[in-house]
């Protein structure tokens, strides 16, 4: 249903929702997320991805010395990103 904004704060965003004949059937509010939990977001979505990427890797039978030094330069990252997770140092998301 469309939404029509209404009212925004640095917490929250408030909609009036109206139906598809123009009427107002009620509001919606909208919580916006700290910078802090948006790091945090980024952080367990690239965990994710990291997961995928590391059984790629786990799954070559022998990595080039190439392959293997990238890697260690990604888990360098990957592991700063989770260190920064568990401290809660969640001012960036960049490894």
């Known amino acids: ?10 917490s929250f965003k408030r909609y009036r929702v109206i139906d598809a004949q123009g009427k107002v059937i009620g509001e919606d509010v ?3 997320l700290a910078p802090e939990q948006l790091t945090e977001q980024s952080l367990r ?3 994710a991805a990291a ?5 790629a890797f786990l799954a070559k039978a022998s990595p080039t010395n190439a392959e293997v ?3 260690v330069k ?3 990252r990957e592991s700063n990103a989770l260190i920064r997770l568990v401290l809660s140092q969640l001012d960036t998301d960049d490894a």
């Open 69 to 71: 030094v990238a890697q």
């Open 30 to 32: 909208e919580p916006k």
């Open 1 to 10: 249903m469309p939404r029509q904004l209404i009212e925004e704060t640095t």
């Open 51 to 55: 997961l995928a990427a590391n059984a």
């Open 45 to 47: 979505s690239k965990a």
């Open 74 to 76: 990604l888990l360098t």
